[in-house]
């Protein structure tokens, strides 16, 4: 069974970076999609980026467009969050999941395996 683990969350000051790393483990992300969602405190999932099987076609919520890149690196079964110009909306636990193979949509049904999630504070 395949297991996702987070890492690279922690507390940035408004404009500020950071780099969301999504490791598996027990089998290989190289023919899913890969999803980012947050979540933030009495607020519900909220899409952030996926990407699919290859690569090549990513997709972005409107909030993180500009900012935010997903990428994958299938050779090291891992995928990234690269986010840029951080705002303290953007403040949330975020989690990465895995989707079907050319999808790359934003919908949160359609994600099997998700993580533990890693936080993300933003300051103002």
């Known amino acids: 069974q395949v297991q996702l683990v987070e890492s690279g969350g922690g507390l940035v000051q408004a404009g500020g970076s950071l780099r969301l790393t999504c490791a598996a483990s027990?089998?290989?992300?190289?023919?899913?999609?890969m999803g980012w969602f947050r979540q933030a405190p009495g607020k519900e999932h909220e899409f952030v980026a996926t990407?699919?099987?290859?690569?090549?076609?990513?997709y972005y919520a409107d909030s993180v467009k500009g900012r935010f890149t997903i990428s994958n690196d299938n050779a090291k079964n891992t995928v990234y969050l690269q986010m840029n110009r951080l705002k303290p909306e953007d403040t949330a636990v975020y989690y990465c999941?895995?989707?079907?193979?050319?999808?790359?949509?934003?919908?949160?049904?359609?994600?099997?395996?998700w993580g533990q999630g890693t936080q993300v504070t933003v300051s103002s």
């Open positions: 999941a895995r989707g079907p193979m050319y999808y790359s949509g934003s919908d949160y049904s359609r994600f099997d395996y």
């Open positions: 027990g089998g290989t992300l190289s023919t899913y999609a």
């Open positions: 990407i699919n099987w290859r690569g090549d076609t990513t």
